[in-house]
């Protein structure tokens, strides 16, 4: 895992950051999702109907819970010393681009895109995430994921 001080974030501009760890993405995670969200749609949760009408043949992830990975397989590649807080700011833009099967494998990948002061004192971080397949050529997403730190 990278350690980065709060005053180099500015020399990360443009950079790749790293991979996290390749985590699986099961039924039971899905299931718990769905459970949380309240969104039991039968392609996350219905293994036999997924099998005969998804490409995958089984059932996928929900985009939203690929996406709720951002965070913690960020703590995975790196962390911001020298802070009292960072917070999630929220997303400029996502794009799912790909279907996460059950039982895949997925890593994240992060590029710092913009290092911006702000009026409240905070120092705001743009990262462009991806969030790769294990044996796919396309991602899950492309995402800008905003945080912002507090020295």
């Known amino acids: 895992m990278l350690s980065v001080d709060f005053s180099e ?7 790749d ?6 985590i699986v993405i099961d039924q039971n995670r899905i299931q718990q999702f769905a459970d949380a969200t309240s969104d039991h749609q039968w392609i996350h949760l ?14 996928i992830a929900h985009g939203f819970l690929t996406l709720s990975l951002i965070v913690p397989l960020s703590s995975m590649i790196w962390t911001i010393t020298g802070t009292k807080m960072t917070i999630n700011y929220g997303l400029n833009k996502v794009r799912f ?7 895949s494998k ?10 911006n002061k702000l009026d409240n004192g905070g120092t705001q971080l ?4 991806t969030l790769e397949i ?14 912002v730190a507090f020295a």
């Open 134 to 147: 294990e044996g796919h050529d396309k991602p899950a997403y492309v995402a800008e994921s905003i945080m």
């Open 46 to 59: 219905d293994t036999e109907r997924a099998s005969k009408e998804l490409p995958t043949k089984s059932t």
């Open 106 to 115: 997925v890593r994240l990948s992060l590029k710092v895109q913009e290092v």
């Open 17 to 22: 950051i790293g991979k996290s760890d390749w």
């Open 97 to 103: 681009i790909n279907m996460v099967p059950v039982d």
């Open 126 to 129: 743009i990262s462009e995430a």
């Open 9 to 15: 974030l500015e020399s990360f501009i443009g950079k």
